[in-house]
């Protein structure tokens, strides 16, 4: 490695979501800190706002889905890229890059090779064979890698239990958010007013708010389920999602599917936005109950602006949330649950107001995104330090 040039880093994502939502603040991070900085990742609606906050963006399709030809070509793509050039460390994030990007990365001679495990991929319903296809996968990313951060706990346990990687090269990273940017003391009353009326919640309505991609697998079914019975109890209650539908997933989610559980009057959504900070504080509560996640953002972002969370007894979910100290765990695929813990907050606004003061102090302390960045940057430099080149 040259002395007089700026170390070059590369992070891999599929999509240009991923990179705008969960790595920016990263990438921009690591730039302030000196790195030359660049990131691959699907052409969509982000890419030219990456580029104009300052990363340099190569676009190459990696679709999600197993595609043979597109993710051969994906793979020669990516190491000509990383042969071209001549990265110091190349950083993948969710499982298609995971493989694709560090096979890649190994080929042109990467020498130091990093993986993110945002959440492992197989949930609990999936069948055993896709169960065991998708750890296959993970064992062959593992055998790429000189070190793979894990954002939660449980996931250190199960790749350390089906042998997915050497225990010595799984870190636990964790998880942050911009705790200055989800302070909702930034917000005037005056102002989340004016973004009620914006977003069309009458002013003596109640919101139940949620967060995500538009697939069932984020649990929407069974919100919807629940909130027709919140309804009966408290009608003049809104449901507010914001979140991009996801039309490539097989449990891509429809929008009218609202009209099933006749809760489409009083149902907003809001698509894909940019505003969760200021569309947090809006909510009486927030809802999360998705089948599988890593560790959710979502989840630490409302806790940090003080709104009480009801979520699936999930990994990284219960990594966030303590049981009726820092918000309500429900179990999974339960809407009855859910209307229950929703009509028992809104009529135990006390025990709400409590959860959720008890929640930002556990934020405050535990998920600043300085820490993670700290901690990824302290990896590249004892990795660059102590990482022999590997073999062309």
Same mark, same amino acid.
């Given at each position: 490695?040259?002395?007089? #040039?700026?170390?070059?880093? +590369?992070?891999?994502?599929?999509?240009?979501?991923?990179?705008?939502?969960?790595?920016?603040?990263?990438?921009?991070?690591?730039?302030?800190?000196?790195?030359?900085?660049?990131?691959? +990742?699907?052409?969509?609606?982000?890419?030219? *706002?990456? #580029?104009?906050?300052?990363?340099?963006?190569?676009?190459?399709?990696?679709? #999600?889905?197993?595609?043979?030809?597109?993710?051969?070509?994906?793979?020669?793509?990516?190491?000509?890229?990383?042969? /071209?050039?001549?990265?110091?460390?190349?950083?993948?994030?969710?499982?298609?890059?995971?493989?694709?990007?560090?096979?890649?990365?190994?080929?042109?001679?990467? &020498?130091? !090779? =990093?993986?993110?495990?945002?959440? %492992?991929?197989?949930?609990?319903?999936?069948?055993?064979? /896709?169960?065991?296809?998708?750890?296959?996968?993970?064992?062959?990313?593992?055998?790429?890698?000189?070190? !793979?951060?894990?954002?939660?706990?449980?996931?250190?346990? @199960?790749?350390?239990?089906?042998?997915?990687?050497?225990?010595?090269? =799984?870190?636990?990273? $964790?998880? $942050?958010?911009?705790?200055?940017?989800?302070?909702?003391?930034?917000?005037?009353?005056?102002?989340?007013? /004016?973004?009620?009326?914006?977003?069309?919640?009458?002013?003596?309505? /109640?919101?139940?708010?949620?967060?995500?991609?538009?697939?069932?697998?984020?649990?929407?079914?069974?919100?919807?389920?629940? *909130?027709?019975?919140?309804?009966?109890?408290?009608?003049?209650? =809104?449901?507010?999602?914001?979140?991009?539908?996801?039309?490539?997933?097989?449990?891509?989610?429809?929008?009218?599917?609202?009209?099933?559980?006749?809760?489409?009057?009083?149902?907003?959504?809001? $698509?894909?936005? $940019?505003?969760?900070?200021?569309?947090?504080?809006?909510?009486?509560?927030?809802? %999360?109950?998705?089948?599988?996640?890593?560790?959710? #953002? @979502?989840?630490?972002?409302?806790?940090?602006?003080?709104?009480?969370?009801?979520? @699936?007894?999930?990994?990284? +979910?219960?990594?966030?949330?303590?049981?009726?100290?820092?918000?309500?765990?429900?179990?999974?695929?339960? &809407?009855?649950?859910?209307?229950?813990?929703?009509?028992?907050?809104?009529?135990?606004?006390?025990?709400?107001?409590?959860?959720?003061?008890?929640?930002?102090?556990?934020?405050?302390?535990?998920?600043?995104?300085?820490?993670?960045?700290?901690?990824?940057?302290?990896?590249?430099?004892?990795?660059? +330090?102590?990482?022999?080149?590997?073999?062309?």
């Amino acid at each position: 490695m040259e002395n007089n #040039r700026k170390i070059k880093i +590369c992070h891999v994502a599929s999509a240009d979501i991923t990179v705008r939502f969960l790595l920016l603040s990263q990438l921009k991070f690591l730039k302030q800190q000196g790195y030359d900085v660049y990131a691959v +990742c699907s052409e969509g609606k982000w890419t030219d *706002f990456i #580029r104009n906050e300052g990363i340099k963006l190569k676009t190459i399709e990696l679709k #999600r889905k197993i595609s043979p030809f597109s993710d051969l070509l994906a793979l020669f793509e990516l190491f000509v890229y990383f042969k /071209k050039e001549k990265f110091d460390i190349v950083h993948t994030h969710t499982p298609k890059p995971g493989l694709l990007g560090q096979m890649a990365a190994s080929f042109a001679g990467v &020498p130091v !090779i =990093i993986n993110t495990v945002h959440g %492992l991929y197989f949930g609990n319903k999936f069948s055993k064979a /896709k169960k065991n296809f998708y750890i296959f996968t993970e064992k062959v990313s593992g055998k790429f890698s000189d070190l !793979i951060f894990s954002q939660n706990k449980e996931d250190i346990s @199960t790749m350390t239990e089906k042998k997915i990687a050497k225990p010595e090269i =799984i870190k636990y990273l $964790g998880n $942050g958010i911009d705790l200055q940017k989800f302070d909702r003391k930034r917000f005037s009353q005056d102002f989340l007013n /004016k973004k009620k009326n914006e977003v069309r919640i009458p002013d003596d309505y /109640k919101v139940v708010g949620a967060v995500g991609r538009l697939v069932e697998e984020k649990g929407y079914l069974e919100l919807f389920s629940a *909130f027709k019975e919140v309804l009966k109890v408290f009608p003049k209650t =809104i449901l507010m999602i914001a979140g991009p539908e996801d039309l490539i997933k097989k449990d891509a989610l429809d929008k009218n599917a609202v009209k099933n559980y006749g809760i489409e009057k009083n149902t907003i959504f809001l $698509g894909e936005r $940019g505003d969760i900070d200021e569309l947090l504080p809006l909510m009486d509560i927030f809802v %999360l109950a998705s089948h599988r996640e890593g560790f959710p #953002r @979502t989840i630490i972002e409302a806790m940090a602006e003080r709104v009480p969370v009801i979520s @699936t007894n999930i990994r990284g +979910c219960r990594e966030a949330i303590d049981d009726k100290k820092t918000g309500i765990l429900v179990p999974i695929d339960n &809407p009855d649950e859910i209307a229950k813990q929703i009509i028992f907050l809104f009529n135990n606004p006390k025990t709400a107001q409590e959860l959720a003061e008890n929640a930002y102090v556990k934020t405050m302390e535990n998920f600043n995104e300085n820490s993670v960045f700290a901690k990824i940057k302290e990896e590249y430099q004892k990795l660059l +330090c102590h990482h022999q080149p590997k073999n062309t």
